[in-house]
């Protein structure tokens, strides 16, 4: 099993920010594209943003314009800057690592964001 380490979470005021992080070891980081999905109970996990080792990037339609996924090759972590955060972020985050049919997922953080 595929280690991932993540932090970041919590809770914000709409409209604020936060930034999430992904440390994985070096053999993945190097060669899956790595990505952040979301989940809320009752619904399907969804993607929220990815990268592939080349730094092409795929975000969800919801949160285009507003986060931002980066990679942090001296470190093996993926970031995701999140701006302007809605009550309808709020959502368990989850890490991933994505190659052909390999997919390894992290624990998840939470997120919310509430007045």
């Known amino acids: 099993q595929v280690q991932f380490v993540e932090s970041g979470g919590g809770l914000v005021q709409p409209g604020g920010s936060l930034r999430l992080s992904c440390a994985a070891p070096?053999?993945?980081?190097?060669?899956?594209?790595m990505g952040w999905y979301r989940q809320t109970p009752g619904k399907q996990r969804e993607l929220v943003a990815s990268?592939?080792?080349?730094?092409?990037?795929n975000y969800g339609d919801s949160v285009k314009g507003r986060f931002t996924i980066s990679r942090d090759n001296a470190k093996n972590t993926v970031n995701l800057q999140m701006n302007d955060l809605k009550p309808e972020d709020t959502a368990v985050y989850y890490c991933?690592?994505?190659?052909?049919?390999?997919?390894?997922w992290g624990q998840g953080t939470q997120v919310t964001v509430s007045s």
């Open positions: 991933n690592a994505q190659w052909g049919p390999h997919n390894f």
């Open positions: 990268i592939t080792s080349g730094g092409t990037t």
């Open positions: 070096e053999i993945i980081f190097s060669i899956y594209a």
